[in-house]
């Protein structure tokens, strides 16, 4: 007769014994059971630049920091397919496509077109575009934009409560929403901030021409600008410099032009630029990575504003000490207002009253 625990253990050992042997035969049948996870590719990421390349010192320098960083935080496989000319935009973006990408990005209004067509032929890539945005959208297409009103405004106020003369200034590339989202606001700021302030307005139509900004700069400064605004990309280089060098006060646009163009003030002429009208571009490129790494990429408009930090005004480095206090104090609690709601951008100050207009050249 068995000893009960002697058959209570016997049991227990059979039944170990099977289960071995059920996981080994598995292993047999299976031998990748017994080994980790293999990861996961790495995806591969576009950036279509537009034309002038990624050392632009603007749009197409900070999408390329962006994609830079996604490369070292996200571990993703990057490349760039920069184009010649705009004619290339369509076959740049079908290299991006060609190559397996996940995500091809094209940076700059013009692209449009272009974007939407190669999204709408290839629904299985997603795709973004920096500064463009559609009413309607396919699934697998981003629009990122930024609240340049938002920050335009608030360049506007510091003009108008800078300037001596109540003449400012903007310098723009095209009439075009991109640009215009910046100066009408910043008109309507300055006006808000100083009723008696007049706005002179003119377009180069040409983004790549720095004498053309100096140029027009020059311009304004005779009619009595002491506060100039560029918005025109590089031309608006040749704006930034020529008004400070002529010791007038200016701002720069999209990127801290105390770095890009002032070397960080060791150009003639950093102590008077004000400051500058940020996109942080960089940024919106590198969480629109991120959400196709995470699988939450979503497409529709992307907006970028002062509450989320998609927007803001660079510091004012070798200038702060001539903007007083005061001055900083408005400007730092009207951007709470614009983020509370409680001012409008978008609302000029002859709806109530009479004030100066814009002057076109």
């Known amino acids: 007769m068995s000893h009960p625990h002697l058959t209570q253990h016997k049991t227990q050992r059979h039944l170990i014994l099977g289960v071995t042997l059920i996981f080994l035969f598995s292993l047999i049948l299976s031998p990748q059971a017994s080994l980790a996870a293999s990861p996961k590719d790495p995806i591969l990421v576009g950036l279509i630049p537009d034309v002038g390349g990624i050392d632009d010192n603007g749009f197409n320098e900070m999408a390329a920091d962006g994609l830079a960083r996604a490369v070292t935080d996200l571990s993703i496989v990057s490349a760039i397919y920069p184009p010649a000319s705009i004619d290339e935009y369509p076959a740049k973006i079908a290299e991006c496509v060609s190559a397996g990408s996940a995500l091809c990005i094209t940076v700059g209004y013009f692209m449009g077109d272009a974007t939407m067509a190669a999204a709408n032929a290839n629904p299985g890539v997603s795709f973004a575009i920096v500064d463009a945005t559609w009413d309607t959208y396919p699934d697998n297409l981003r629009g990122i934009i930024f609240a340049s009103d938002e920050v335009g405004y608030l360049a506007g106020t510091l003009a108008g409560l800078m300037s001596t003369s109540k003449v400012i200034g903007a ?133 970028n504003n002062l509450e989320n930090e998609g927007v803001g005004l660079a510091p004012y480095h070798d200038a702060a000490a001539s903007v007083p206090q005061d001055v900083q104090d408005a400007v730092a609690a009207l951007r709470q207002s614009i983020i509370n709601g409680e001012t409008d951008v978008w609302e000029p100050f002859y709806k109530y009253s009479i004030s100066l207009p814009v002057v076109m050249k």
């Open 171 to 303: 310098i723009g590339g095209l009439p075009i929403p991109p640009v215009d989202s910046f100066i009408f606001p910043y008109q309507y700021g300055a006006q808000w901030a100083d009723p008696e302030v007049q706005m002179l307005l003119d377009y180069s139509y040409d983004f790549g021409n720095p004498a053309l900004g100096a140029q027009l700069a020059q311009d304004q400064m005779a009619r009595g600008a002491d506060v100039i605004f560029a918005v025109a990309g590089p031309t608006g280089i040749g704006v930034n410099l020529e008004t400070a060098q002529a010791g007038a006060w200016t701002i720069g646009v999209d990127v801290d032009v105390y770095y890009s163009t002032f070397g960080g003030g060791t150009v003639d002429g950093s102590e008077y630029l004000l400051t500058s009208a940020l996109k942080r571009i960089d940024n919106a490129v590198y969480h629109t990575i991120e959400d196709v790494v995470n699988g939450t990429f979503s497409s529709g408009t992307m907006v």
